[in-house]
């Protein structure tokens, strides 16, 4: 499943991507996605899968999305834009199974300058983890599961 969102444009900058995918992301794709002749700092924010979390060995972990996952993923980047200046932002998330170690999320952003970049692609990465409509079901170590993000 890919859901695809390129060139959506907001007031003060720009979204060049948001995606949430099952396939495999490529850091490439999103560095790609937010190079601009006119911006002198990229910041690049790449989330994996941990083998633990709260105190608990984690085997693997499968992220379910809801229906509204995409179009809110394209909300909150747009938001992010809005109130970031002039940057370019881009966003790919992961649904489905995943191993220790594969790419669970990429956030990027480029701005005219380095503090801009940081900032944008924090906020990003930030909002993106607290609105958009994607839960974590872990597969533990001792054979139990656990739902992270649930409402």
Do not use: N
Not at 61 to 76: C, F, G, K, M, N
Not at 108 to 136: M, N, Q, Y
Request: charged share 20%; glycine share 10%.
């Amino acid at each position: 499943m890919e859901h695809d969102v390129t060139g959506a444009e907001s007031v003060a900058g720009t979204v060049s991507l948001a995606q949430i995918r099952e396939e495999p992301l490529s850091v490439d794709e999103v560095l790609a996605a937010v190079q601009d002749p006119t911006c002198g700092g990229i910041t690049v924010f790449v989330g994996v899968v941990r083998d633990h979390d709260r105190g608990q060995d984690v085997a693997s972990l499968d992220y379910s999305i809801h229906p509204t996952a995409q179009a809110r993923l394209t909300e909150v980047a747009g938001v992010v834009a809005a109130r970031s200046g002039a940057v370019r932002l881009a966003a790919l998330h992961r649904s489905g199974h995943l191993e220790i170690g594969d790419i669970a999320v990429v956030v990027a952003a480029s701005a005219p300058h380095r503090d801009g970049a940081f900032a944008a692609c924090r906020d990003l990465i930030d909002t993106l983890k607290a609105e958009v409509p994607i839960w974590k079901h872990q597969h533990l170590g001792a054979g139990g599961t656990e739902w992270v993000g649930m409402p």
